[in-house]
């Protein structure tokens, strides 16, 4: 049976190629694909979510949820990734007037299946804590929260202590981390381990494939712009990285361990506290991924976009 999955993203390059492996894999059901800020604002994110699925026509759609368009950031990756988040690729779509609230979809899709729903959250936590911060009873329903942010050991990638998304409402991510729902931390340090190189755009689908036209739209700027603004030979798509974890849990090695997040500090806003001590007087309250098999990663993610 395939398992009820719920994506909460930012697109951001990264959140397109996971969207491009969970729509069409067969042992996940995407329920709702629900819009967050973070690699752009709300408004431009619900308009990447919306367009992404409208382009990949899937044979089951999921709901599409969007993201408040108050929604307070305190920075994006517009720098990185273009105005529209997602290089310039320009899918038109249609914007609607009537769309459904990413929070109350959130809140709906988990209510609707206690305890069976896995959501994949691969921008900020936002909509998870306002959903779960409305309705407390939520959190004892969710049945796996899987975290793409924060770090294990390393520094951060948008200030020196902090991670983006993490980084980006720090008071959500907080609120998130110290409620009592089954979750896992895929950190920065760890995930960016799985690089995409070039000859991946040898290996994509042909572009008379929904999948194949819209990675061929994307991947070639992708590329370009990490090369010229962050000097990286390659991709880090950390969201799809959790996807492969997801299907492969052997594909990960965690460890049970508390984890806060600084939300006060002038110098480590944002930095994501993990307590390894032996004598530490905190329970642990979540998995965090500590290491991963990088070779066979990315032989998933390859496989599922082909």
Not at 217 to 239: D, K, Q
């Amino acid at each position: 049976m395939a398992r009820k999955v719920i994506l909460d993203l930012d697109p951001g390059i990264g959140d397109a190629v996971a969207l491009c492996m969970a729509l069409f894999e067969p042992q996940l059901d995407v329920v709702s694909v629900t819009a967050t800020g973070g690699n752009v604002g709300p408004k431009q994110a619900t308009l990447n979510v919306q367009a992404l699925v409208e382009q990949l026509d899937p044979q089951r759609w999921p709901r599409v949820g969007a993201a408040d368009p108050d929604q307070l950031l305190v920075t994006d990756c517009r720098d990185l990734w273009g105005e529209d988040g997602l290089c310039g690729a320009d899918f038109r779509v249609a914007e609607l007037h009537h769309r459904h609230s990413a929070v109350k979809l959130i809140s709906d899709e988990i209510k609707a299946s206690p305890g069976e729903i896995t959501i994949v959250a691969g921008g900020p936590l936002s909509n998870i804590a306002t959903a779960l911060q409305r309705e407390p009873d939520l959190a004892m329903q969710v049945g796996h929260l899987f975290i793409v942010g924060g770090t294990l050991a390393g520094p951060g990638n948008v200030a020196p202590a902090a991670e983006f998304n993490i980084y980006c409402d720090a008071e959500s991510a907080r609120s998130v981390f110290l409620l009592p729902v089954t979750k896992t931390l895929l950190p920065l340090d760890i995930s960016s381990k799985v690089v995409l190189r070039y000859d991946l755009l040898d290996r994509l689908p042909e572009v008379k494939t929904n999948r194949g036209r819209v990675l061929r739209a994307l991947l070639p700027s992708a590329f370009l712009a990490t090369h010229e603004r962050l000097g990286v030979e390659g991709l880090i798509v950390s969201e799809a990285v959790a996807i492969a974890g997801i299907l492969h849990p052997e594909l990960l090695t965690t460890e049970r361990l508390y984890c806060d997040v600084e939300t006060s500090g002038e110098l480590t806003r944002g930095m994501t506290v993990i307590d390894r001590r032996r004598n530490s007087p905190h329970q642990p309250n979540m998995d965090v991924v500590v290491d991963i098999n990088v070779e066979a990663t990315v032989d998933c993610i390859l496989r599922g976009l082909q």
